[in-house]
């Protein structure tokens, strides 16, 4: 899923484009996409966009007469901006955002249609898709141990709740906890303040240099490359390669659709944490430390 860095970069790509343009028409390749009737999509048809927004992972575009467009893109959804009038032609593609500078197209890689788009009528409407997650650019570290602290938690689950923090998901919490040198498993309540002062200053840290990052490589132009597996990154993607700052290898926790990438060297003191599946297969063969898998 598109996280903060991504969504970000999405959102002043588009204000460079759509801000202060109409929007000529919407066009549905499929009606899925729509999760709302009232107001209906025409509504929004030849509408100056006034505002290009952003409410947690979502992307908003706030039109004149309240109105507002709510695009949640999911784990697999994604935007282009082509020619003006361009077809929606793509397998993948789910809708196209008419205007007369250009074209945006909405697609979804994969056969789950879990992307979303929402016609809101209002900013009470609009206030419905906010989480509530902690802006991590505004936040105290004072603010951030009361949001980490608001239940106990693994590291991985606090971080990712969207009703705790603003924008990170599966793979930026990897990234965030390799540089605060902490367990994903750590429960929250465990940590103590130098532990909250240091996973604080890792995630805005890591935030804002990924967020840098990519707008140096968007240069002006639209991003295309969108993806949540970068080669820069230090662990999240990087099963069995080198830890960056140590050499040991990547160790993983896989669980349902995702899973979890972490240094044993550099975070939990070369304890190996145990991955659901393979150690119930393996039960006491399972390695306990990361010197039984050198």
């Not at 996280?3 to 929007?23: C, K, N």
């Not at 898709?129 to 689950?157: C, E, I, P, S, W």
């Not at 935030?207 to 840098?212: E, F, L, Q, S, V």
Request: positive net charge; contains cysteine.
């Amino acid at each position: 899923m598109p996280e903060l860095p991504d969504i970000i970069t999405y959102q002043e790509a588009l204000a460079e484009r759509v801000e202060g343009r109409r929007l000529l028409a919407v066009r549905l390749r499929t009606p899925f996409l729509l999760r709302s009737v009232d107001p209906p999509l025409s509504a929004c048809h030849d509408r100056t966009v006034r505002q290009v927004g952003r409410l947690g992972k979502r992307l908003v575009l706030n039109l004149d007469g309240d109105l507002a467009l709510v695009i949640h893109l999911m784990i697999a959804g994604r935007l282009h901006w082509k020619a003006a009038g361009s077809p929606i032609a793509s397998k993948v593609s789910l809708a196209a955002f008419d205007f007369d500078a250009g074209t945006l197209t909405f697609t979804e890689a994969g056969s789950k249609r879990r992307a979303s788009l929402h016609v809101v009528a209002d900013q009470a409407g609009l206030a419905a898709f906010d989480r509530g997650g902690l802006d991590l650019f505004t936040a105290t570290v004072a603010q951030f141990a009361d949001r980490l602290r608001a239940g106990n938690h693994t590291l991985k689950r606090a971080l990712t709740d969207p009703r705790a923090f603003d924008g990170i998901g599966n793979a930026y919490s990897d990234e965030i906890l390799h540089a605060a040198r902490l367990s994903p498993l750590k429960l929250t309540r465990s940590l103590d303040d130098a532990e909250v002062a240091r996973l604080f200053e890792a995630t805005r840290s890591t935030m804002t240099r990924w967020i840098d990052r990519l707008r140096l490589e968007r240069k002006g132009g639209f991003p295309e490359k969108v993806t949540a597996f970068r080669p820069d990154m230090a662990v999240h993607g990087k099963f069995r390669q080198p830890c960056p700052d140590c050499g040991t290898p990547v160790q993983r926790i896989r669980y349902a659709d995702n899973e979890t990438n972490y240094c044993a060297r550099c975070q939990t003191g070369g304890r190996l944490l145990a991955d659901r599946a393979m150690s119930r297969l393996l039960k006491s063969d399972w390695p306990r430390s990361i010197d039984e898998v050198d």
